[in-house]
């Protein structure tokens, strides 16, 4: 009797550990898709604070290098700097990205240098 029941035994145990296979690599898809994204946005978010900083770096450069020079000089010697300094470490920002958090250093420079008194 059990030798007749044999092959729908391994019939059914074949369907399950098919589904079972389906639903695990379901699965692994879905978390690989959520951990490409978390990757992302951290990496994203990385190159922000790198830029930040490395903006910050540029202005303070530019402003001691070419004190007596305009803002423009001073613009250019700052996104060399950090063009330079990204390309070093491998990350890829577009021109504006790079001028705008430039533009923003020496703003929040500005803004606290005349905010304290300072000059």
Do not use: C
């Not at 729908?8 to 959520?34: E, Q």
């Not at 010697?77 to 491998?90: D, N, P």
């Amino acid at each position: 009797m059990m030798e007749n029941l044999q092959p729908f035994i391994d019939a059914i145990v074949t369907a399950l550990v098919g589904l079972l296979v389906t639903a695990i690599l379901g699965l692994l898809a879905v978390l690989k898709s959520k951990i490409e994204t978390w990757l992302t946005t951290k990496t994203s978010v990385q190159q922000r604070e790198i830029l930040t900083k490395l903006a910050g770096e540029g202005m303070a450069f530019a402003e001691s290098i070419y004190e007596q020079a305009g803002g423009p000089q001073k613009l250019e010697a700052a996104y060399a700097y950090v063009l330079q300094h990204v390309e070093e470490i491998g990350i890829k920002i577009n021109s504006n990205s790079i001028k705008a958090a430039i533009e923003k250093a020496v703003l929040d420079y500005n803004s606290h240098v005349k905010g304290s008194g300072k000059q």
